[in-house]
C-alpha cells in the first residue's frame, strides 16, 4: 500500500506592491465616502457643503477667509458656497464684532440639526456593516483605524482634524481663540 503523495505547496503568492495597495486602498476609500453621503445627498448636501458645515460646527464662528481656508478652497468658491448654504438657512451671517466690515457665519439652528442628523445616519449605517463583521476582521480593522487616520492626516494636513468633522457635537472638544468666543 503506498501513501499518497502530499501536494507541494506552489509559490506563496507575491505581496502586493505599494501602487496596489495604494490602488485598492483609495478605490475602498472612495467607495466607503460615496455610500456614506447618502444621508448628506437627501438633504442635497455635495461634499463641499458638508465639509463647510463640519468646519463651522467645528471651529465656527468664521470669516468666509477663514472658512475657505480651513477647507482649501479659494475665495470665490468659498462666497458661493456660503451663499448657497445662507439661502438654504443652514448657515446665518452676523456682523464681527471686531470689524464692522466683517461678517461671521456660524450655522443656524436647522444647520446643527440637518448635521447632527446626517452624521447619526452615517454613523449607524457604518456601524451596523461593520457589526456583521467576524471578530477577526474587527480586530484588523480596529488594529488598522490608527493607520488610516495617520495617512489622512498626512493627507490632508492642517487644523481642521477630520475626526472632529465627522464627530457629533456632544463629544466634540470646544475650540477657544482666546476670550469666550469659540473659534
Known sequence: MTKPKQAMPG???????????????RAAALRLAHGLRAPAERHDLTPSRLTALG?????GPLRVGDLARGMGIG???ASRLVDILVTAELV????DPHDQRASLLALTPTGTAVLDSIRRESLQT???HIAMLPDDQLATLAAAVP?????????????LPAHELATP???RPH????????Y
Open 11 to 25: 509559490p506563496a503568492a507575491p505581496a502586493p506592491g505599494r501602487n496596489e495597495i495604494a490602488a485598492r486602498l
Open 55 to 59: 468646519v463651522l460646527s467645528t471651529h
Open 75 to 77: 475665495m470665490p468658491s
Open 92 to 95: 446665518g451671517r452676523r456682523p
Open 126 to 128: 457604518l456601524t451596523t
Open 147 to 159: 493607520l488610516l487616520e495617520t495617512l489622512a492626516r498626512q493627507l490632508a494636513p492642517g487644523d
Open 169 to 171: 457635537a456632544a463629544h
Open 175 to 182: 475650540h477657544h481663540a482666546g476670550g469666550d468666543a469659540p
